[in-house]
């Protein structure tokens, strides 16, 4: 997604949503399930969750630091843009899918909120209300799918009609959006084609499909679809408006083919008020159920909620030097957990055509999370390479480069159980940046299939470029705002010595779950040791999770094992690959050290985020029982090798991101009945 300042042109901005609903109106009183105000010991065995009243473990788990809803269910980021007037409430502006009253998904409608740091947020209107309202030229745009048949699901026959691309504009910036009365604007996929899904549109400008694209008139799309009781037959006529546009928008809309595989299908601008859209061809597909590497998940059935960009060093690089990367969230490719999905990425090249050919892939999160969306912000004037990041004024703010933000949509891995006690599912990660990491090694495993590939090579050593991510440089506040800081002495594991797979205990210990933890730790080559650190231990042991690095498995690993006394909460283990590559030590041509690890982990209560070295992250949910268990600590094993860790740091304290809701924005529960939203839910 690009935003454009020309005065005759809307800020379009990509959304990825299922459907949008007007403003729930008050259930009826016998609907509502009412609260009860039970008392709860958090310091012996838990009881059963479901026998609890509504709301009642409301605020126990919930994460402080995090963009979340006031209450009830949430989904994936969307309408995600920057407005430096602050109009509408603030400079950053975000939006989810809710379904407000509820803990399960149903019938969705868009909320927001908006702030000035990326941190800092307040819901718009307020936190009580959602809203998207009926109702585009010259005011910020966006697209986004609507949904008229349910279910919808990439294993279960499509309905024709089921999905539609549509068209809203806000006019008072962003705190109402206003509907297209002709929506929709692209009313069904391609003719012929038996498709999974037909959903979460992405639009961006890109020089490069500009120029591949110049001599392909596009095929129309269809103004409607059919009923939905036979296939799309609809006829696109060939005097249908398509008008050539000055540095046009594309757009993507994510889906597959029935049988074969996950596609993205592109369309471009046919309209100055972008009602009109030419369909070009598939601008990626791939068979189904396809890895790239171990490195790289699946990519499944299906695609949702994918996105295009072209990105340099520092972010957004439209223009020459740009890396060409598809994100994508991967629908049947997951079957062993993680709700069947994976966030993923994959760097290509269009080879003359407009279609990406795929050359390296990797994975955006290997944890608890999906529907990643980004949106550009504006980099600071004079920040590194500054000039070389701009494409003749296709930028926010003009000719201002920009970085590009991600959100990610992290679920709850409950297993389904207490939904009702605990009143709300579901949140945003922390903001992220994603860019192009270069880097040079001195290894032999280069050449293996993985998440990197290499661009160019001297002697004995490689230069290496992979898809970077790391926290925004607005996630610092989480560390300056803290209300205590401290660090830990460097201290050295020896592999088989007395404090081989026992806890060593921090010598100042958290008196809360909301803090940053910081460390770099340094291997010895060939060792056995795994590594990490230990959180959330009670006293007597019973809860506590591990942190680690398996250096042997090349995994980040989380034992939860025993992270929770609350047994029907998924306990399971979390793994992702993640290799410390042997570099130039600075002295011979052939000398080699081996990279540091160098681990930032923020834990905001049951949401718990692991970055490394700006190429990993990992996103985890924690559920412990009791309330003492908060015990921080080194976590070491193995019988061979040594691991020194340095640099360790604790940041207690994290702010407040809701600073205008009440400590409790917990809300009456209702249930629709056995047949919302459909018949076995």
């Keep these: 997604m690009v935003s454009h300042t020309s005065p005759n042109r809307a800020l379009l901005i990509a959304?990825?949503?299922?459907?949008?609903?007007?403003?729930?109106?008050a259930p009826p009183l016998a609907d509502i399930l009412v609260s009860r105000a039970d008392g709860i010991d958090f310091t012996s065995a838990p009881p059963n969750l479901t026998t609890l009243a509504n709301n009642t473990l409301f605020t126990y788990w919930r994460p402080k630091a995090h963009f979340i809803a006031?209450?009830?269910?949430?989904?994936?980021?969307?309408?995600?843009?920057?407005?430096?007037?602050?109009?509408?409430?603030?400079k950053f502006k975000a939006s989810y899918q809710a379904h407000p009253n509820h803990v399960q998904w149903g019938n969705i409608s868009q909320a927001s909120a908006a702030s000035d740091d990326l941190i800092h947020w307040k819901d718009v209107p307020s936190w009580k209300d959602d809203r998207l309202t009926l109702g585009y030229k010259g005011f910020p745009t966006i697209i986004y799918t609507g949904v008229k048949y349910l279910p919808t699901g990439w294993t279960i026959p499509y309905t024709p009609g089921t999905e539609t691309q549509n068209l809203a504009w806000t006019e008072d910036g962003g705190v109402t959006w206003h509907k297209l009365k002709t929506n929709p604007v692209i009313g069904g996929p391609p003719e012929g084609m038996n498709i999974t899904a037909f959903r979460d549109p992405w639009l961006f400008q890109s020089p490069t499909l500009e120029r591949l694209t110049a001599s392909n008139p596009g095929t129309p799309t269809p103004p409607t679809t059919f009923n939905g009781t036979v296939a799309n037959t609809t006829r696109h006529s060939s005097t249908s408006s398509?008008?050539?546009?000055?540095?046009?928008w594309f757009a993507t809309v994510s889906g597959g083919e029935k049988g074969a595989?996950?596609?993205?299908?592109?369309y471009r601008q046919a309209s100055e008020d972008f009602t009109k859209w030419v369909y070009l061809g598939q601008i990626f597909k791939h068979t189904g159920n396809f890895s790239w590497s171990e490195w790289s998940g699946n990519w499944g059935w299906n695609f949702?909620?994918?996105?295009?960009?072209?990105?340099?060093?520092?972010?957004?690089?439209?223009?020459?030097?740009?890396?060409?990367?598809?994100?994508?969230?991967?629908?049947?490719?997951r079957p062993e957990g993680w709700t069947n999905h994976w966030p993923l990425w994959m760097k290509g090249s269009y080879a003359g055509s407009a279609q990406l050919a795929p050359e390296y892939a990797g994975v955006v999160d290997w944890g608890e999370t999906y529907a990643f969306m980004s949106f550009p912000v504006p980099r600071e004037k004079g920040s590194k390479d500054y000039k070389n990041h701009n494409w003749h004024g296709l930028?926010?703010?003009?000719?201002?480069?920009?970085?590009?933000?991600?959100?990610?949509?992290?679920?709850?891995?409950d297993n389904g159980y207490g939904l009702l006690a605990k009143g709300w599912q579901g949140a945003?990660?922390?903001?992220?940046?994603?860019?192009?990491?270069?880097?040079?090694?001195?290894?032999?495993?280069?050449?293996?299939?993985g998440s990197w590939g290499v661009v160019s090579r001297s002697s004995n050593s490689a230069t290496l470029e992979t898809l970077g991510s790391r926290p925004a440089k607005e996630v610092d506040a989480l560390k300056s705002e803290s209300k205590s800081k401290w660090s830990e002495k460097s201290w050295t594991y020896n592999g088989g010595s007395s404090n081989n797979g026992a806890w060593t205990a921090f010598s100042k210990q958290p008196n809360s779950r909301y803090y940053v933890l910081e460390a770099t730790l340094d291997f010895s080559n060939g060792s056995d040791a795994q590594a990490g650190f230990t959180i959330y231990k009670s006293p007597d042991g019973s809860e506590q999770t591990h942190i680690f690095y398996d250096f042997a498995a090349e995994t980040i690993r989380v034992d939860r094992s025993r992270s929770s006394l609350v047994t029907s909460f998924n306990l399971g283990a979390e793994a992702g690959k993640f290799r410390l590559w042997n570099v130039p030590s600075g002295g011979g041509s052939s000398e080699t050290t081996l990279e540091s690890l160098k681990l930032k982990v923020f834990v905001d209560n049951s949401i718990v985020?692991?970055?490394a070295n700006d190429v990993f992250a990992m996103t985890t949910r924690i559920y412990p029982w009791r309330s003492d268990s908060l015990g921080l600590g080194y976590y070491t094993t193995g019988s061979s090798g040594s691991v020194q860790f340095s640099n360790v740091q604790v940041h207690e304290g994290l702010t407040n991101a809701w600073p205008d809701r009440p400590a409790n924005t917990a809300n009456n529960l209702v249930w629709d009945g056995p047949e919302v939203p459909w018949p076995g839910w």
């Design 609 to 611: 985020e692991i970055y």
């Design 242 to 248: 398509n008008k050539k546009i000055k540095d046009p």
């Design 261 to 266: 595989g996950p596609h993205l299908l592109l």
């Design 70 to 90: 006031p209450n009830s269910w949430m989904n994936d980021p969307m309408t995600l843009w920057y407005k430096a007037d602050g109009e509408g409430g603030g």
């Design 428 to 449: 945003f990660t922390l903001p992220r940046e994603i860019f192009v990491k270069r880097w040079t090694v001195r290894d032999s495993r280069v050449d293996e299939r």
């Design 304 to 333: 949702e909620v994918s996105t295009v960009l072209r990105l340099g060093t520092e972010g957004d690089q439209p223009g020459p030097g740009g890396r060409d990367f598809i994100c994508m969230g991967t629908e049947g490719g």
């Design 15 to 25: 959304v990825a949503t299922a459907a949008f609903s007007a403003v729930h109106a």
């Design 395 to 413: 930028n926010p703010n003009g000719s201002r480069p920009t970085r590009q933000i991600l959100f990610g949509w992290t679920y709850e891995d």
